[in-house]
């Protein structure tokens, strides 16, 4: 059982959609991160949050500590959302638990 | 741009060699983290390294080691290859320890045959 869950594992939107994914995990944690993953490799860090909800520009991210549960919100979807966006917690230790991506793929 | 650069960028061994990857954290960064991808996976955390020191490490054998030096760039080293091995290896560095803003390297991708 991986420490950290993604739903969904894929998406497909129309352009203009509001989009959510979501993180639940299963250990007690010290902050948590959603970052985007581009074709290649390229890793973007979006947010690091430890409580509450963070907004940048087109993305929003919450968490609930007490329910384990992150989420990820894109309002007015793009094609250059286009990529896989991970979810990772932080717990003791500086140990990373990382979730396996939601591939979110908008089309024009 | 990030900054973060790692080298090099792609790599071919075989079973049971070594291999050292190499990253440059961006500019006044004192802190660098390991993560293996394998395909259609996520990142698993590999260590960290804080002011030269490992400061964290996740559930990798004692073949994978690191070194930090004092201008903050690491090595990643791993030793007696395994085809297992095969991945994207990504290095991310931050400022004050890992709970702050993490900014990643474009990878190395390691094959191992």
């Known amino acids: 059982k991986n420490e950290v869950e993604q739903s969904p594992q894929n998406l497909t939107a129309q352009e203009g959609e509001f989009i959510t994914i979501n993180c639940s995990y299963s250990?007690?944690?010290?902050?948590l991160h959603w970052l985007q993953q581009h074709p290649g490799g390229g890793i973007v860090s979006l947010f690091m949050l430890s409580s509450g909800k963070k907004k940048h520009g087109r993305l929003i991210a919450t968490i609930n500590i007490q329910e384990k549960h992150s989420s990820l919100h894109i309002t007015a979807s793009h094609p250059r959302d286009s990529a896989v966006y991970i979810c990772?917690?932080?717990?003791?230790?500086?140990?990373?638990?990382f979730g396996t991506g939601t591939s979110l793929t908008v089309i024009p | 741009e990030t900054g973060v650069t790692q080298s090099p960028t792609h790599l071919i061994k075989t079973r049971g060699q070594q291999v050292t990857l190499r990253c440059s954290s961006q500019s006044g960064h004192n802190t660098v983290s390991w993560y293996q991808q394998a395909l259609g996976q996520g990142p698993q955390f590999i260590f960290q390294y804080y002011r030269e020191e490992e400061n964290g490490r996740g559930n990798f054998p004692p073949r994978f080691s690191g070194l930090q030096f004092p201008n903050y760039s690491s090595e990643l080293n791993v030793n007696a290859l395994e085809l297992d091995d095969s991945a994207l290896y990504l290095c991310a560095s931050s400022w004050g320890g890992a709970g702050e803003t993490q900014y990643f390297g474009p990878g190395t991708r390691l094959l191992v045959l």
């Open positions: 990772a917690v932080r717990i003791r230790g500086n140990q990373f638990y």
């Open positions: 250990v007690g944690i010290s902050a």
